[in-house]
């Protein structure tokens, strides 16, 4: 178990904010911070690795102390015992795919962890080739294995899919998905995209100016409790057609189109770019805007 009380003063994009956060994440979670750019959620992950130090708090991660501000234990980031996935990959270039992954271990540490990441990841046709000759997902994968190298007990991933198509995506979830059941890690992820956060994780915060507004399941969060919907589906609204008194909407979910006929009403705070539930009530479509 893991348990975060920290506050830092961060220089926000208009005027100074305060991030305050207090939460405890049980071992073997997986949850996801969730918000708008600039919320914080970076430095939190940032914060907890010991790449980035707090005013004050205590970060505490089982028996051991990492952080207390008052006590000033402050422990270094390589002994935290954290794998961490940025968007952009950081691979040596002149390296290969494995000596990558062998230049990730710890002294005297067994290299015998490299080929079984190697294999788990399915990176053996990979393994000799240096990362200018990978694409987007494949050097997203080494960047996953390599977070590995050193057995961490918390995998930090920071939006690390952005980057990559929906295919690639769907089959990086996956792997994440199985080392985070296989190594039994405690993973926390960045996503911007509700569809991620509801098939990966069980637990989301939502963050939003430096504190967490709502926490819990991401149906739970995500979905308006008045919305009993035999289905829903989340999605990103794509266009939205004017007609005499009603709107044809049209959302994007997953690799699919679904067009609503909404109310002029209902959806006035909407916008194209909105994440959106679809949802049935009384066999009709409508639409609800996530927060
Ligand atoms: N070391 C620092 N000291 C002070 N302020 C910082 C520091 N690092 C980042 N900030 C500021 O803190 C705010 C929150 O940044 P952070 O990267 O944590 O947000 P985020 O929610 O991860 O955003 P994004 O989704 O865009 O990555 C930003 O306004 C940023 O400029």
Known sequence: MIHVNIQKKLQGAMNEMVLDVDFTIEHGSFVTLFGASGAGKTSILRIIAGLMRPDAGQINMGQEKWFDSEKGIDRKPQERKIGFVFQD??????MSVKENLLFALEKNQNPQVVEELIQIIELEDLQHRKPEKLSGGQKQRVALARALVRKPTIL????????LD????????????????QFNLTTLLISHEVSEVIKMCDRVFMIENGRILKEGKPMEVFANQKLSGKFQFSGEIIEILEQEIICIVTVLVGMNFVKVIADKEEIKTMNIGDKVLVASKAFNPVLQKIE
């Open 156 to 163: 930090m991933l920071d939006e690390p899919l952005s980057a």
């Open 166 to 181: 929906a295919k690639m995506r769907t089959r990086l979830q996956d792997y994440i998905l199985k080392v985070h059941k």
């Open 89 to 94: 990959y950081a691979l040596f270039p002149n």
